[in-house]
């Protein structure tokens, strides 16, 4: 089970930081990672932990502003937003899947394609 939370409603230029529990499993052992849908619009993948031989897989539009980490001992994985915008707001998700090399099957895995196990999600809203 993955339980999200962190989300709120934020000024644009504010942060935020998501976090996820996972509980049943290790996440250490799995690719893990944050997908958002907005209002009308498909779901998509922002950020994931994979393979630590190639570091995190980040969506090009969210790069610069969204960073993703893990913490073994606490079994949870962290979003950290700076610089939020209102294109921003989304109901953000965590998810979990086998793991995948991101420099091949990072695109693949943020249409959801390589995904097994999701949590609820959190709203963020961000005002401008």
């Known amino acids: 089970q993955l339980q999200a939370s962190g989300g709120g409603l934020v000024q644009a230029g504010g942060s935020l930081s998501l976090s996820c529990v996972a509980s049943g499993f290790t996440l250490d052992d799995y690719a893990i990672g944050w997908f958002r849908q907005a209002p009308g619009k498909e779901r998509e993948g922002v950020a994931c932990i994979s393979d630590l031989n190639y570091g995190p897989y980040y969506l090009d539009s969210v790069k610069e502003r969204f960073t993703i980490s893990s913490n073994s001992a606490k079994n949870t994985v962290t979003l950290q937003i700076n610089s939020l915008q209102p294109e921003d707001t989304a109901v953000y998700y965590c998810?979990?899947?086998?793991?995948?090399?991101?420099?091949?099957?990072?695109?693949?895995?943020?249409?959801?394609?390589?995904?097994?196990?999701w949590g609820q999600g959190t709203l963020v809203t961000v005002s401008s």
């Open positions: 998810a979990a899947g086998p793991r995948f090399r991101p420099d091949i099957y990072g695109a693949t895995w943020s249409q959801g394609r390589l995904t097994d196990f």
